[in-house]
Nanobody
């Protein structure tokens, strides 16, 4: 049973930083692509950053967020700097076994496993 468990969310002021972690377990083979998504109230889920060898970022976070992973620890990270109020959302970790970026978009349909989410709140 694959499990993804996010941590590291919280409430911060605009301009501050947070680092999210996603601990993965239960894989029988390593996923091809891992990513972070977010969903704000009343909005669709948005792919924020993905890693599959190379990295890909949504335009809204490019230059501020960095995705990385530690294969030895089976952990995915999202370093978020210069946070803005519009970054406020529930953040989800996802893992998949197929190409996950097409036409510049991180596609939620390409992911098989999801975490429960961690809340990030940024106040101005």
């Amino acid at each position: 049973q694959v499990q993804l468990v996010e941590s590291g969310g919280g409430s911060v002021q605009a301009g501050e930083s947070l680092r999210l972690s996603c601990s993965a377990s239960g894989y029988t083979r390593a996923p091809y692509c891992m990513a972070w998504f977010r969903q704000a109230p009343g909005k669709e889920r948005e792919g924020v950053a993905a890693i599959a060898g190379s990295t890909h970022y949504a335009d809204s976070v490019k230059g501020r967020f960095t995705i990385s992973k530690d294969n030895a620890k089976n952990t995915l990270y999202l370093q978020m700097n210069s946070l803005k109020p519009e970054d406020t959302a529930m953040y989800y970790c996802a893992a998949g076994f197929r190409v996950c970026v097409a036409g510049g978009t991180i596609r939620s349909t390409d992911f098989s496993y999801w975490g429960q989410g961690t809340q990030v709140t940024v106040s101005s």
